[in-house]
């Protein structure tokens, strides 16, 4: 092979290894669910894998190299269905560590071809220049994934994948059609066979997939009741009878003629239903994707009607654009994204976030924020995140209250004054008329206890890692995974996360420094090292790359 195709295969081995990294996380994605935790280990075994690729190869042909590699990856959603129908992960259930270990291991073993394809071209070229090349391939399957990815199907996918093999594959006419063949049949396969494993993983039920930018949505239904996921969560069910009225409703109350209201999120949990009733005169819904949005309509009634209302405004925008967009002010804000479990979802929970909200906030409005937790208890973990989100909320509206209600904590303010809702709901004579199922207005002291809301700020205020989350950076998430871990029982000494985003900044210098130091002291005398410190330099672009992508764009 030239030096010139060499370059090239570097270029389309990066592409290639990127995009169906892509494909496959998709894949388990909407198996197990979206976990940080899976997706790093995964990570890793995948950078590990082609490590030992790189190492174990001894020799073969550059074509027969993507070959392997290709027919191989052809695979890659079935083998990731099988594994899932072999361990059973329930869909909307947390999946047990082993678990995402085993898949983890087993879904990134197509790493050793690319260690092994990339070991193959090292020898015909400087590897130095070839990793740069093979970065710039990276970079551009990167970018084919987001703009495929969100509306191809699987087949689509898998066929893009291999087109990129084709330029490379220079073992002549008859190993190339053999190769098209072995590429059409296992498309084929694919394509026919994930049904049956559907089948076999949601047993009784009829599962059919939708391809989403923001996630695979899986319809699932039996004897007449439908579901709907989103990369493995559960969304909505039909029979679901969920209502926000506990928070809803004694806002909507508290203000005396709600005619603007804006909604974040409480789509599926039926704050909207909830505000309609309250007939304002335009309720705004920027909501940003419009699959699910249309699944939701197909095959939920509640849902259904919702949208049919006429003085409902949805706007299909990602809230925060849509804020820049619009100098609208809003006489209620309900801000209710769900519990921030990923850097996607932390985004509703920052100074930035809350102060944009402020701008729209009218000046004799009320803004009112909804944390989900368990009824009348919070975790040690749900403690240290409600704490940190309460003491952002307080440093952009100062005169703010709290209240732990049944199963929500709620958080609210007026702009200008006090509101002191408690006692407004208490005092009032005349509130608006509405069918309401949970709550009524003799509910509203029992549920605004005085004594429940000292109670939950004394537990916030003896909080251990409490900050104040100003605009969203990837050390701050970095920082907020090492005390996720400290919860969960690693030993982490408690003092290092006293000003801790300004020492993970530094750790991480200190990292980069010794591998920077190792690489320059090994570059040519140790392989093993070579092969270690390349991968530990591919481990922390990736997951920088991938912390400052969710600080931007979310999942």
Request: aromatic residues 14%.
């Amino acid at each position: 092979m030239s030096h010139r195709n060499t370059k090239i295969s570097a270029l389309v081995l990066g592409a290639f290894s990127v995009y169906v990294q892509t494909i496959m996380l998709r894949e388990i994605f909407a198996a197990y669910g979206f976990s940080e935790l899976l997706f790093a280990i995964i990570l890793f075994f995948w950078l590990f894998c082609g490590g030992l690729g790189s190492y174990t190869y001894r020799k073969g042909s550059i074509p027969n190299q993507f070959a392997i590699l290709g027919i191989w990856g052809i695979f890659i959603p079935l083998i990731v269905r099988v594994i899932a129908v072999l361990l059973r992960p329930q869909l909307g259930i947390t999946v047990p560590i082993t678990i995402v270990i085993i898949t983890g291991a087993l879904s990134s073993l197509l790493a050793i071809f690319v260690g092994r394809t990339f070991a193959a071209l090292a020898k015909l070229g400087d590897a130095h220049k070839l990793y740069a090349l093979e970065g710039i391939g990276s970079f551009t399957g990167g970018i084919l994934s987001i703009l495929f990815v969100g509306f191809l199907s699987r087949s689509f996918l898998i066929l893009i994948a291999f087109a990129l093999l084709v330029p490379i594959y220079t073992a002549g006419i008859k190993a190339m059609i053999r190769y098209i063949v072995i590429i059409a049949v296992g498309t084929f396969i694919i394509t026919f066979s994930i049904p049956e494993m559907n089948k076999l993983l949601w047993k009784g039920y009829e599962a059919s997939e939708l391809e989403s930018h923001y996630g695979r949505i899986t319809l699932v239904s039996r004897e007449g009741e439908n579901y709907i996921y989103e990369n493995g969560k559960l969304i909505a069910s039909q029979s679901d009878t969920l209502s926000s009225e506990q928070i809803v409703h004694p806002v909507m109350w508290a203000h005396p003629n709600p005619k603007k209201v804006l909604l974040i999120g409480g789509i599926f949990n039926g704050a909207g239903i909830d505000i309609i009733k309250h007939n304002p005169d335009s309720l705004f819904l920027p909501f940003m994707d419009r699959k699910l949005i249309a699944s939701a309509i197909a095959r939920l009634p509640s849902i259904r009607n919702f949208w049919d209302q006429q003085n409902l405004y949805p706007i299909y925008s990602e809230p925060r654009q849509f804020l820049r967009n619009s100098d609208t002010k809003f006489d209620v804000i309900f801000s209710m994204p769900g519990f921030p479990n990923t850097g996607g979802d932390n985004r509703f929970w920052t100074v930035e976030w809350f102060d944009a909200l402020r701008k729209h906030l009218h000046k004799n409005g009320i803004i009112a924020v909804e944390i989900p937790v368990g009824a009348n208890f919070l975790s040690e973990y749900q403690q240290e995140l409600c704490a940190s989100i309460w003491k952002t909320f307080h440093y952009v509206f100062p005169k703010s209250e709290i209240y732990f209600l049944d199963g929500a904590i709620l958080m609210v303010s007026h702009p200008q004054s006090s509101l002191n809702l408690r006692q407004k709901l208490i005092n009032k004579k005349n509130f608006r008329q509405i069918n309401t199922a949970t709550i009524n207005p003799q509910y509203l002291p029992m549920l605004f206890q005085k004594q429940r809301s000292e109670t939950l700020t004394r537990q916030l205020n003896s909080a251990k890692f409490a900050r104040i989350n100003r605009n969203w950076h990837p050390m701050v998430y970095l920082w907020g995974i090492l005390e996720q871990s400290n919860l969960a029982g690693a030993k982490v000494p408690l003092e290092i996360f006293q000003n801790g985003e300004r020492k993970s900044s530094v750790i991480l210098a200190i990292i980069l420094v010794i591998l920077l130091l190792l690489s320059i002291i090994f570059k040519k005398n140790n392989f093993i090292f070579w092969v270690f410190a390349s991968g530990m330099w591919g481990m922390l672009a990736q997951t920088l790359f991938i912390l400052i992508f969710q600080a931007n764009f979310g999942n």
